[in-house]
């Protein structure tokens, strides 16, 4: 066999096919295999600059008597892995030679092809009983050189390998991680842009991401793969900056250094410290090891970008949510997983702590979801999830702590916010309005670099997004746990003293009425600004008044959002907003004000369209007794007559409607003047009344037998 350099190298007695996140165990099954004799070609090894790697991938194969495929979920997804493995199966498929071993590293399915083939496992024992495993499994190979009792020295040859490779198993010789967890899934990718990012020759990488994301799990995960890659791996809870100076006096004693862990790690270069939990960049600035090692600073709060690299982490991919539910909970399907990871935004800790719910009470998957629906604030405080103090409800607690004492208007925004719906919020539903709001908010949302800053602070704690004119929650949970939390701002609660702040929780739903009615247009899709106005801000007037909070801005805003579904062909979502705006107006004004007529008038038009006329006709005719005793305005005057008129005909009595109609169209002409398109309406109303009542007095008017040919 040829190449490496120009160097002809002799046939190999095994190939070993891995990728790149496999090669600690890739490299200590090469060493100990050469160490009982055996010729292994290895890419780590054997590939030096200036060799074509691929042409001596291919050649490997087919010129080895045998192939090691190190088997992992991450080699599975491998396409240059499976072209290698293939390749040894094709040229004996029946496994009579034994020219694939198959090797697993890691609990990971074998699919298809490689379902046929006996595999061991060397994984989940010690190294003396994973070395034992591999000697069986290529015992009977073929046996050539004899490798150095002593490892190669010099290594600008073609071997660069001067120490011997750590059992992959094996923790790091100075080792203070917390443990495993049992039921991690997925993330494969995420590991590997983890293991490629750290590699770059960056000292510090700050892991990014929201509170429940996973970012100290999927630390735990990377230590414990990777823990062969380190002689020392350090973690440091850093929420409270004091006790940092003393996890590290741990790190210095353990490491034997008298002046400490930073001048003990100075002249190593195989160490790990994590800093777990970090909110403030200068707490941990002054912190930082010195040296070629690895510092990762996990943390949900910007501004880390000062200290080195920073890596985004996000919710779990849906596929991967599945996976971690059914792991959870094994007897959930899959469709059912998938429901339930979609109305948990696939946050890993909101997984981890429904299916511990679940588990224990056995609720299924639609009640749970149905609870969720009816009982979020209340649902989000149950189950316990073992790597996790507290839940959901109390999450963002420290946020908003640190909000009220640092960021007062950015808490009231925030307070107005949970109130709102998930969608995207437009800032001008603030900035337009500041005589709504409370100070210090009302001030701040006047003054673009305060606002700027309030916005700022709620990006900054990973709370909401941000885009040129919009923000919204980074996830809905978010959302219903700041408002569980606020909403408990007055109780004693442990947990919760410091997050007061002027305005109280219970006047914010009502700010939220107050401004969406006094930011959306009164009249529906007058101008093209006033419907995508409305479509914009339809989710969050739902979600304002989805509580009973009876005030005139309630009132006001359940009519005109109904008349808005109305318009656009939604009636039957409009019926409900329709009965409670007269019901909220009758509790507000009393049964005898204008605004009760106006609210009755427009409820009796959509049932009138839904073909009910007879329920329409009582909500019409009660606005119209209304407005005998209250002043009107002569539009809702003219538009109640109208539909009265309207659904009289409806119900086949037009000699009782053109009267009714005739007065419409009168009080339209007069308001309007002639030339106004509602007076061309009421005229074509009354036309229509007066054509019936003709053909119903023609009807009566003919013989029987004439009726009959008209009948029929």
């Not at 697993?104 to 699919?111: A, K, L, S, T």
């Not at 741990?250 to 002046?259: C, T, V, W």
């Not at 007269?582 to 005898?592: D, K, M």
Request: with cysteine.
């Amino acid at each position: 066999m040829s190449g490496n350099g120009g160097r002809t190298l002799p046939d190999s007695d095994f190939f070993i096919s891995y990728t790149s996140e496999d090669r600690a165990w890739a490299e200590w099954i090469a060493w100990q295999l050469e160490q009982d004799g055996y010729r292994v070609l290895i890419q780590a090894w054997d590939m030096v600059p200036g060799s074509n790697w691929v042409h001596r991938m291919q050649a490997g194969v087919r010129e080895s008597s045998r192939t090691v495929a190190v088997l992992s979920r991450t080699y599975l997804s491998s396409v240059y892995g499976q072209a290698e493995w293939h390749a040894a199966w094709r040229d004996d498929p029946l496994g009579e030679r034994q020219q694939l071993l198959v090797l697993r590293v890691e609990d990971c399915e074998r699919p298809g092809l490689l379902g046929a083939v006996v595999s061991v496992d060397l994984f989940g024992v010690d190294e003396a009983a994973s070395r034992r495993r591999l000697h069986e499994a290529v015992r009977g190979a073929l046996t050539g050189r004899l490798k150095p009792s002593v490892p190669p020295g010099f290594p600008g040859g073609p071997r660069a390998v001067t120490v011997r490779p750590q059992f992959p198993g094996a923790l790091a010789e100075i080792w203070h991680v917390p443990a495993r967890n049992p039921a991690f899934t997925g993330r494969e990718a995420e590991l590997s842009l983890l293991h490629k990012a750290f590699r770059t020759g960056a000292t510090v990488h700050a892991l990014l991401g929201m509170a429940g994301v996973g970012k100290s799990q999927l630390m735990v995960e990377y230590a414990h793969r990777h823990s062969a890659d380190f002689d020392v791996v350090w973690w440091i809870p850093a929420e409270d900056p004091a006790l940092i100076p003393d996890h590290l006096a741990a790190l210095g004693r353990e490491l034997g250094a008298p002046d400490g862990a930073l001048t003990g790690l100075r002249d190593r270069q195989r160490w790990l410290v994590v800093f777990d939990d970090a909110d403030d960049p200068a707490a941990v600035r002054d912190h930082l090891p010195p040296g070629s090692g690895l510092v990762v600073v996990t943390t949900r709060r910007n501004g880390f970008r000062a200290l080195g690299e920073v890596v985004e982490l996000g919710v779990l991919d849906r596929p991967d949510s599945v996976a971690l539910v059914r792991r959870r909970l094994p007897a959930v399907s899959g469709e059912d997983a998938d429901r339930l990871a979609a109305a948990l935004g696939d946050l890993p800790l909101a997984i981890e702590q429904t299916s511990a719910y679940m588990d224990v009470t056995g609720v299924p998957v639609p009640g749970y979801l149905e609870l969720l629906r009816t009982d979020a604030a209340a649902l989000i405080r149950q189950g316990h999830v073992r790597h996790h103090r507290g839940t959901l409800a109390t999450l963002w607690n420290p946020a908003l702590r640190a909000l009220a004492r640092e960021h007062p208007a950015a808490r009231q925004l925030l307070g107005v916010l949970v109130h709102l719906a998930p969608e995207p919020v437009p800032l001008d539903l603030f900035t337009a309005h500041p005589e709504v709001l409370p100070p210090p908010l009302a001030a701040a949302v006047t003054r673009p670099v305060e606002f700027a800053n309030a916005v700022g602070a709620l990006v900054d704690h990973y709370l909401v997004r941000r885009t040129a004119g919009e923000l919204r929650f980074a996830h809905d949970l978010v959302r219903h746990s700041v408002r569980v939390a606020l909403s408990r701002e007055h109780d004693d609660a442990p947990g919760l003293s410091g997050m007061r702040v002027p305005g109280p929780f219970t006047d914010m739903p009502l700010i939220a009425l107050d401004l969406l009615a006094a930011h959306l247009p009164g009249r529906i899709a007058d101008a093209p600004e006033d419907l995508s106005r409305w479509q914009a801000l339809l989710p969050h007037v739902l979600a304002a008044c989805a509580a009973d909070h009876p005030t005139s801005a309630t009132a006001w805003l359940l009519d005109r959002a109904a008349t808005f579904l109305h318009v656009h062909d939604r009636p039957e979502e409009a019926e409900p907003l329709f009965a409670r705006a007269v019901a909220i107006a009758e509790t507000v004004y009393g049964p005898e004000h204008p605004n009760v007529a106006t609210c009755l008038t427009n409820y009796g038009g959509l049932l009138r369209d839904l073909g009910r006329p007879a329920d329409a006709l009582p909500l019409l005719e009660r606005a119209r007794a209304v407005d005998s005793v209250s002043e009107p305005g002569p539009r809702s005057v003219a538009a109640n007559l109208s539909g009265i008129g309207l659904v009289l005909l409806d119900l086949g009595r037009p000699g009782e409607a053109r009267p009714v109609l005739e007065d419409a169209f009168a009080i339209t002409l007069e308001a309007n003047g002639p030339g106004h398109p509602d007076v061309a309406v009421a005229r074509r109303r009354l036309e229509a009344a007066a054509e019936s009542e003709a053909a119903a007095a023609y009807h009566r008017r003919s013989p029987p037998l004439a009726r009959k040919r008209l009948r029929g």
